[in-house]
């Protein structure tokens, strides 16, 4: 069975530049989430999707972060424009249906992004 | 969710069990342990959960105290590519909240 697929692994932008990020995540798990993690910290909630509703997004920078999935399963998370602080390592996970405290979150390998 | 206490690094001998202490002395009765793992440069990498019972799968085994207070994870024979960062994190009906986890490093 295929993991959670990320791309791009890596990114170098400049500030200012919009960056783009997208997660394929397994088959059947209808919830997705974006993790942000910072060098030498664990990751931190960003958004989370039932299905194509994002149900808890009270983490997202909404001034210059946005996120969509549009047919509840790929996603896409975006950022316009990019910061020097946002240079992090952006992560997404999925997890199946039912209840959520017993289900497993599997994550993808993370993309990095690099501003300068 | 309850909020955990890792010790922030340990070392273990290749070949000796590893055991992650982990308390949580808040935790409700809905709340279940999970231990996730990250290597470096990977993404974090679920290794067990539990909610009352000890559990044993084919990475580790936890040990939950009767109190629910505490947790141990054991890896029974490490190995050098066990070295990573560990996270014992406490969930309910909501997602996975990261500390900073203990650091374990295996040595030759």
């Known amino acids: 069975e295929a993991g959670v697929v990320q791309s791009p692994r890596y990114k170098i932008i400049e500030k200012k530049q919009p960056v783009a990020f997208w997660c394929n995540p397994i088959?059947?798990?209808?919830?997705l989430y974006w993790y942000l993690q910072n060098l030498g910290q664990g990751p931190e909630l960003l958004i989370r999707?039932?299905?194509?509703?994002?149900?808890?997004d009270s983490q997202l920078p909404k001034d210059r972060f946005s996120a969509e999935r549009l047919k509840g399963v790929d996603s896409t998370l975006k950022i316009q424009p990019a910061e020097l602080g946002d240079s992090a390592v952006y992560l997404c996970?999925?997890?199946?249906?039912?209840?959520?405290?017993?289900?497993?979150?599997?994550f993808g390998a993370g993309s990095r992004l690099t501003v300068l | 969710d309850a909020k955990t206490t890792q010790p922030p690094s340990m070392d273990c001998a290749e070949g000796r069990a590893a055991n992650l202490p982990c308390n949580h002395s808040?935790?409700?009765?809905?709340?279940?342990v999970y231990w996730y793992r990250q290597i470096h440069s990977q993404g974090p990498q679920y290794i067990i959960h539990?909610?009352?019972n000890n559990e044993t799968n084919e990475m580790a085994s936890l040990i939950i105290t009767e109190d629910r207070k505490s947790s141990t994870l054991i890896l029974p024979h490490a190995t050098l590519r066990d070295t990573a960062v560990y996270y014992c994190?406490?969930?309910?009906?909501?997602?996975?909240?990261f500390g900073k986890g203990t650091r374990l490093s295996v040595i030759a």
């Open positions: 999707y039932e299905n194509e509703e994002a149900v808890d």
């Open positions: 996970a999925s997890s199946p249906p039912g209840p959520s405290g017993a289900n497993v979150l599997t």
């Open positions: 994190i406490v969930r309910g009906n909501t997602p996975l909240v």
């Open positions: 088959s059947g798990h209808n919830t």
């Open positions: 808040t935790i409700s009765g809905n709340e279940y």
């Open positions: 539990g909610l009352k």
